[in-house]
């Protein structure tokens, strides 16, 4: 009888220990939400487009705003060695508080958004328990955000969904990844009883323009390997990336009266259509997918005296995307024979390289981030990223870096969208990457 009651007790007391557990967690996920969001919001209010025109680093001076914001924030959690250096860029540190030999890892994000869409005066909807159909961003413009043309939009019912009014881009690329950080740190100097080696934080400029990472001190960050907090949907986990390029290409007409213009005259604008001709139809971003690589043209400026045109390139396999600079070159130099020496000039500039080559020799900073996914019930969903990220460039810096979800969609436009449940998972990931990490991995 005696051994009947002590199990009978012995499994309630378990019964009330898991129960405390549940409640428990069911708190520290209800508050986290409340300061994330709170983060968040808080966050995207602030305009910070960078300028690809501006020479200037960081190319707009609001970006300073939010840099010395997050160092004010970081300096109230208890982190007095945050600061922002000359550059506007942000960088934290979180001492080890174990004997272990732990590695040091960073986590980054950057503070600018993308210029390709208006990003002041945000006003972000946050709706409760989404119900799984099209979304009136403005009824007033009839702006709807539709599951018919964003289908993965169904998977996310019953989230808390945070998205425009459909004047301005959101800023979830990359605030979401911001305030995924900033909570993860509060959470970790609020809780000095989980265990853990060094831990670096940086937050960057101008990585919308391809200029991230011009002036980051790997030394100084000091991290052994980090994660950029800036992919999209749950569980995205990515160590491929683009190699990528930049053309600026300049057409010299001849103006002449038009009454008067034969054998004269060369019209600029179509010497800039023909050259565009030249290039194959399908190799263009709308024709693309998966390790497809492009030509695509981002602007242009034409009269028939002068014309302007500026392209990127982009190819995941190296020779292939060296074949397509010499393309570029090859077509120049076909209408230059065609039509003067001096009529196309061209400028190519690689921005930076596939980051895979450098991550191949580091994969267990991918196996570490996978299983940390995996603790927190997400499927990690490696693929190549369809762009680049400042984790690219670092990697080739010294700082294998792969990329690792935030939770938005739609980047740089008006049907800009994020899960709070997709951040809060996202925080998840980064505590469990922290807690998994040791000497051996």
Same mark, same amino acid.
Request: charged share 25%; hydrophobic share 40%; proline share 3%.
């Given at each position: ?9 012995? +499994? ?17 996920? /209800? ?21 690809? =025109?501006?020479?200037?680093?960081? &190319?707009?001076? =609001? ?6 914001? @997050? ?6 959690? #208890? ?13 934290? &540190? *979180? ?8 590695? &040091? ?29 099209? *979304? ?29 009014? !459909? ?21 970790? @100097? ?18 919308? *323009? ?16 980090a994660y ?24 010299? !007409? ?9 054998? =004269?005259? +060369?019209?600029a604008i179509?010497?800039? #259509? ?37 392209? *990127?390139? /982009? ?21 230059n024979e ?17 980051? /895979? ?29 369809? !762009?680049?990220?400042?984790?690219? /460039?670092?990697?080739?810096? !010294? ?36 807690? @998994? ?5």
């Open positions: 009888m005696y051994k009947v009651r002590s199990t009978f007790y012995v +499994l309630l007391s378990t019964f009330h220990a898991t129960l405390n557990y549940f409640v428990f967690l069911l708190f520290y996920t /209800r508050i986290m939400k409340e300061k994330l969001l709170d983060r968040f919001l808080r966050y995207v209010s602030i305009d910070t487009q960078s300028d690809d =025109k501006s020479d200037n680093s960081p &190319s707009t001076e =609001k970006q300073w705003k939010l840099a010395k914001l @997050l160092v004010k924030e970081l300096k109230e959690m #208890g982190l007095d060695n945050a600061m922002v250096d000359d550059y506007a860029y942000v960088y934290a &540190s *979180i001492p080890s508080n174990t004997d272990r030999n732990l590695p &040091s890892i960073g986590f980054i994000a950057h503070m600018d958004t993308s210029p390709d869409m208006p990003g002041e005066n945000v006003k972000a909807q946050v709706l409760e328990n989404y119900d799984g159909k099209d *979304i009136v961003l403005n009824k007033e413009q009839s702006i709807i955000l539709k599951i018919e043309e964003y289908p993965e939009l169904a998977e996310y019912e019953g989230h808390t969904i945070i998205c425009t009014d !459909g004047t301005t881009l959101l800023g979830a690329d990359d605030k979401a990844g911001i305030a995924e950080i900033m909570t993860a740190v509060d959470f970790l @100097l609020q809780n000095p009883e989980i265990e853990h080696g060094p831990v670096k934080i940086a937050f960057t400029t101008d990585e919308e *323009i391809g200029r991230g990472t011009d002036y980051f001190d790997v030394e100084r960050f000091g991290a052994d390997f950029t907090m800036d992919g999209s949907g749950t569980g995205e986990l990515e160590f491929e990336n683009f190699n990528a390029a930049s053309a600026d290409i300049i057409i010299q !007409g001849n103006n002449i009266h038009p009454g008067y213009a034969k054998d =004269k005259m +060369l019209n179509r010497v800039a #259509g023909e050259f565009d001709a030249l290039i194959p139809e399908k190799e263009r971003p709308e024709y693309t997918e998966k390790y497809e690589g492009f030509y695509h043209l981002i602007a242009q400026n034409a009269t028939v005296e002068n014309a302007t045109m500026k392209y *990127i390139i /982009r190819d995941h396999d190296r020779a292939k995307f060296e074949l397509r600079k010499r393309i570029m070159e090859e077509n120049a130099e076909a209408l065609k039509y003067g020496s001096e009529t196309v000039s061209m400028e190519l500039k690689d921005q930076y390289f596939n980051m /895979r080559e450098i991550i191949e020799n580091h994969y267990h900073v991918v196996d570490l981030a996978a299983k940390a996914m995996v603790q927190a019930n997400i499927k990690p969903v490696i693929k190549p990223i369809r !762009g680049g990220t400042d984790g690219a /460039r670092l990697s080739f810096m !010294g700082l294998p870096c792969p990329n690792i979800f935030a939770g938005g969609h739609n980047f740089h436009g008006k049907y800009e969208y994020v899960s709070l449940e997709v951040m809060v998972k996202a925080v998840d990931v980064i505590l469990n990457i922290i807690k @998994l990490a040791d000497e051996k991995e």
